[in-house]
């Protein structure tokens, strides 16, 4: 009986999802990739357009459990990439968060214990945002400072649980050509920068490692 391949589940938002890429995203992108190289793991897409850290939580050990191909074969590795909607301001550009910092911070860190406790976990970074495309949907502010804030305390706890991280904000946001990887709705990402982010995963070394073991 051959070898069952090893499973990757990929939960987030509307990055993961692929939105604003009418090749269907980074994580699409990885997922084709993949296809095309023998014995690389399967890749699972889920990501919710709209989701935080809250709804993640809610959801992922569902969405883990039901992957598997036989009832002890579950997915052995988790890519998560959230966190950009729970930065948002509500109402106006200084109105309260969907999340503030420090309770993002208290839900991030129980959830990737939760998640380390189940299967290899690997955590990717936010995306930069263009301001002057604010309010988002007419009542959600995103800011660049914010979402700077909040990748810098995603990336403290996956250093200090010992997690594979993937910065991404920082690189893209001073990158001249930044702009240009947005769709026209100022937050998520158009074709070019979902391919950013794939070829990002594609040379991230921790993944490309579990992958081939």
């Not at 189940?118 to 007419?138: H, I, Q, T, W, Y």
Request: net charge neutral; with cysteine; glycine share 10%.
């Amino acid at each position: 009986m051959d070898k069952l391949p090893k499973q990757l589940i990929v939960i987030g938002d509307s990055s993961v999802y692929g939105w604003g890429d009418e090749e269907g995203g980074w994580c699409e992108r990885l997922k084709q990739d993949w296809l095309n190289q023998k014995n690389s793991p399967i890749i699972y897409q889920l990501g919710v357009r709209g989701d935080g850290i809250e709804k993640v939580a809610y959801r992922w050990e569902k969405e883990w459990s039901s992957r598997g191909e036989t009832r002890r074969n579950k997915p052995k590795g988790i890519l998560l990439s959230v966190g950009i909607n729970d930065t948002a301001r509500i109402g106006q550009i200084n109105g309260r968060p969907q999340i503030d910092i420090d309770g993002f911070e208290y839900g991030f860190e129980r959830l990737i214990n939760e998640m380390r406790s189940k299967a290899e976990l690997f955590v990717m970074g936010l995306s930069p945002v263009d301001e002057r495309k604010m309010p988002f949907g007419g009542c959600l502010w995103y800011a660049n400072e914010h979402c700077d804030a909040y990748e810098k305390r995603i990336e403290e706890v996956c250093i200090n649980q010992n997690v594979p991280f993937l910065p991404t904000f920082k690189e893209m946001n001073s990158d001249s050509r930044s702009i240009n990887w947005l769709s026209n709705d100022g937050i998520h990402l158009n074709s070019k920068g979902h391919l950013y982010l794939y070829q990002r995963l594609r040379s991230w070394e921790a993944l490309q490692k579990w992958r081939g073991n």
